[in-house]
């Protein structure tokens, strides 16, 4: 990147942040993940897959609303409400599992190891110590490593990718029953490895995966445990589904079900309804509910109590009754919560800065090369990450004298978090009535270190404090992005804590998460609920909205990095006020594949075969002699009168009208159809298929796929008009060929086989591939009537409809294709989710500056 130039752009070598770049477009660029230099973002991509949360309005959908009533309306709501509970339950007793062992394993860990510090510090001994670490840590991780390469999308938190499926992406793989099998287990060794990485961004994954799988009854890994479940076999019962669980992630990591209801709906979804609100919180109520009642009865031994909501506890902060002189924060602060937030926001734009350098280092150095790199540099960072704990918490900390913990209440819950905090404190090296302040934050598990600084004023020393942040805030950006799952909240969270006491604990604390995530109004939510203190409220929403401020005058937060480092067509909430200088015959693509109403099958195969397209629009062509040309073939005359057939009229709707009211039309009416069944006249059997031929008229690449459009072919003659009809799917296609669906030339369309929607939805969410598919039994001479499994009326939008029109609805609709059709009616081009990424949008607003 040329031009960093200044003082100012100390940090543009490593950020990304300012200079100036080589003016080129994206045209210019390949487009499947490739950068123009060293430090300029990536290009979305073209091969992810949108989700299609419009409904297909075709035949066989027709034929299932024709047999609702409102009695099977109501069974089907109670069926979603069921399933909705379910992933609640299962969702929640995840939680419980990663959590149980996660403990075990971290207490076997540090008990052995304590046990050896203590014997070996007077034997001198330490490097053995050291080694039994190393060998705990080292074989966790290792394990955590071996998941992800099983499945490598259960690398990470998991939270950029579930954004991006509730904004409508499909990435593979993001919801399968292995990845949360691999994710699970693999949060599990990777927490408990003493690596600096949280289980609760994992949680919030798990959920959405438990959310997807769980109401479809049958999984790809496990091929033989199917049930005939018929409901929700489709995109948009999924993604709601999908919304739920991620929700309800939400609210076991934290136990904060209203944060986790309003992170679904900040965080991604982009259709949303009153009726999904309330699904989406009795989901995560019902995650709260059952991790709350297991946790508290395993650990408290009363079931029933319901003192432990989430994984994630930060204790209550809230002043003792008999001061009445103590107050959690005046009008006064409020000046004091900004400048923690621009604090915070500063660090957090530099811990996403130097994380996307070494995710981009990763992406160019490690993971082009074997497997065994990924898992040999996990257990690189293990190695550093257990040697500086051991280290630090030997030669760094200090003795500090032993002094009561501060009164937080007087419940058994927050008795037990007391007892929590004592027992958490570690002596290494230190004489009796003293503790070791540097051992007690690296030898306990994180959360334990967050209530350490939460709740024990003055019981660590500032040195110690700036060492244990400084070294925490490097090793935890390093580790996060390796081939381990990983979650960010919790050393976010411990990074702020400890930079905290220097001005105020959770304040800091929250300044750094908003900093870091840039989530403003769920966060705020989440915060409240796991305090348990509205008081602080205000002071939180103030803070995390600085800090994002400005946080996003560097960089985006840090999911958002690593989506665009994916390639991932991310759409935001809205475009930019200039975007509105484009129209959509700007940014459409003219140049369509599209078919016809009656399709040889040879066709379909061709096409399907050499496109990459999920969509086709199905269109006739406008000819001004087509009484001729429906005189020499059968599929060009069935086609030109679907045409006629498919277009409303007045007088055609009026006579529809009378006789279904059974009432006799007007005498003029009347006479009108007399006259047009009289002007109708007969078919000539004149063969005119040599003249059409003769003529260039032929249709392109659909009824004669082995013919191609001649070089000297004319504009108008590439692009001639069509008239649209709808849209079908390359799924659809897909299952009409494997099925059989089609009739011969001889005879009439009426004859061919007809499916039903569930034959239709039968092999959600994976559908063949046409590449895979033997059709030699077919005769490719055969044609395929795709009119009843089309869809006829798609939202459509006209060439000179506004972008900020056009994006506001395709995003909020969680369109997949958007139609451009003219006055007349015809088609003129296609928009499709890359056309609206602020990349592609961009490129085209400098060719408009370049025309005017």
């Given amino acids: 990147m040329a031009g960093c130039r200044g003082s100012l752009c100390c940090c543009c070598r490593w950020c990304c942040c300012c200079g100036e770049r080589e003016t080129r477009t994206p045209e210019e660029l390949t487009i499947l993940g490739e950068t123009q230099e060293e430090e300029d973002e990536i290009l979305p991509r073209k091969d992810y897959e949108s989700l299609d949360y419009d409904r297909c309005i075709n035949d066989p959908y027709l034929e299932v609303l024709e047999t609702m ?97 509730l904004n409508g992406v499909k990435v593979p793989g993001i919801v399968r029953l292995r990845t949360l099998l691999c994710k699970v287990l693999g949060v599990l060794f990777s927490v408990a490895g003493g690596l600096f990485v949280g289980k609760e961004g994992p949680m919030i994954h798990s959920g959405s995966v438990v959310g997807a799988g769980l109401p479809q009854f049958q999984s790809i890994s496990l091929r033989k445990i199917q049930f005939n479940f018929p409901y929700f076999r489709s995109d948009r019962d999924k993604r709601d589904f999908v919304s739920a669980g991620a929700a309800a992630g939400v609210a076991a990591a934290f136990g904060a079900p209203i944060g986790g209801t309003l992170f679904s709906l900040e965080e991604g979804s982009s259709f949303w309804n009153q009726g999904l609100t309330w699904k989406v919180l009795f989901c995560s109520m019902s995650a709260t509910f059952t991790l709350n009642f297991f946790r508290s009865g395993i650990q408290f031994g009363s079931w029933g109590s319901f003192q432990l909501p989430g994984l994630l506890n930060f204790g209550e902060f809230k002043c003792s009754d008999s001061d009445k002189k103590c107050h959690l924060w005046t009008a006064m602060d409020l000046g004091f919560f900004v400048v923690m937030g621009v604090i915070g926001g500063l660090l957090g734009a530099t811990f996403n800065c130097l994380n996307k350098r070494l995710a981009k280092y990763r992406m160019r150095n490690v993971h082009p090369k074997p497997k065994l790199v990924r898992v040999l540099e996990s257990l690189l960072v293990s190695l550093v990450t257990t040697v500086v704990v051991f280290v630090a918490s030997m030669v760094l900390g200090e003795c500090r004298q032993m002094s009561s913990s501060s009164q937080i209440g007087n419940d058994s819950f927050q008795l037990q978090v007391t007892e929590d905090v004592n027992s958490s404190i570690k002596t290494f090296f230190c004489p009796n009535d003293t503790y070791n302040d540097m051992a007690t934050l690296f030898f306990n598990p994180q959360e334990s270190a967050i209530l350490q600084l939460f709740h024990q004023d003055g019981t660590f020393s500032p040195v110690t404090l700036a060492l244990f942040f400084v ?24 990074c702020g804590a400890a930079f905290g006491p220097v001005f105020s604990v959770f304040s800091f604390t929250t300044a750094f998460l908003g900093g870091v995530v840039r989530m403003t109004i769920s966060l705020t939510v989440i915060l409240i609920e796991s305090t348990n203190e509205i008081t ?16 996003d005058f560097f960089n985006k937060g840090i999911y958002d990095i690593h989506v665009g480092l994916r390639g991932v067509p991310l759409l935001e909430w809205e475009t930019e006020v200039e975007m509105d200088k484009l ?47 429906m005189k020499g073939n059968q599929l060009i005359s069935n086609n030109i009168k679907f045409k006629k057939s498919s277009i409303l009229t007045r007088a055609g709707e009026q006579r529809k009208r009378s006789q279904s009211m059974k009432s006799y039309p007007s005498s003029e009416l009347r006479n009108m159809c007399d006259e047009h069944i009289a002007s109708e006249e007969p078919a000539e059997k004149e063969d005119l298929l040599q003249q059409m031929l003769e003529r260039r ?40 060929l494997v099925r059989g669906v089609c009739y011969s030339e001889s005879q009439s369309s009426a004859s061919q086989p007809r499916l039903s929607y569930a034959e239709m939805a039968e092999d959600y969410p994976r559908y063949p591939d046409i590449h895979d598919l033997d059709l030699t039994l077919l005769n490719p001479r055969m044609i395929v009537d795709v009119t009843p499994y089309m869809n006829p009326s798609p939202f459509t939008v006209s060439p000179n409809t506004h972008v900020s029109q056009v994006f506001n609805l395709f995003r909020t609709m969680g369109l997949r294709h958007l139609p451009v059709v003219n006055a007349v009616g015809e088609i003129v081009g296609i928009i499709t989710r890359h056309n609206l990424t602020y990349e592609f949008l961009q490129a085209r607003l400098r060719q408009h500056y370049q025309t005017i």
């Avoid at 805030?473 to 960010?488: D, K």
């Fill in 69 to 165: 009533d409102n009695k099977k309306g109501r069974r089907y709501e109670a069926v979603k409400w069921m399933v909705v509970f379910a992933i609640g339950v299962c969702t929640g007793l995840v939680g419980l599992f990663v959590d149980f062992f996660v403990r075990l394993f971290t207490q076997l860990k540090f008990g052995v190891v304590q046990t050896s510090v203590e014997e070996c510090s007077q034997k001198g001994c330490l490097a053995l110590s050291l080694l039994e670490l190393l060998g705990f840590n080292l074989t966790f991780v290792f394990l955590a490593s071996l998941l992800v390469l099983i499945e490598p999308v259960a690398a990470g938190s998991g939270i950029p990718e579930v954004k991006c499926y």
């Fill in 471 to 494: 070294l925490y805030f490097l090793l935890a950006c390093w580790t996060y992005g390796i081939s381990v799952p990983s979650g960010l909240f919790v050393p976010s969270l411990l």
């Fill in 536 to 551: 602080y409220g205000l002071p939180i929403m103030v803070t995390l909205m600085v800090a994002k401020w400005t946080g």
């Fill in 583 to 629: 129209r959509a015959s700007d940014i459409m693509e003219p140049n369509l594949t599209y078919v016809y109403p009656h399709t040889r099958i040879q066709s379909l195969v061709s096409i399907l075969r050499t496109t990459v397209h999920h969509a086709f629009p199905v269109v006739t062509e406008n000819r001004g002699n087509e009484k001729e040309f």
């Fill in 697 to 736: 008229y032929t249709p392109y690449p659909n009824l004669y796929p082995d013919q191609s459009p001649s070089e000297d072919w004319t504009m108008e003659e590439r692009f001639r008009p069509l008239t649209f009809h709808g849209l079908i799917l390359r799924s659809q296609l897909v299952t009409l």
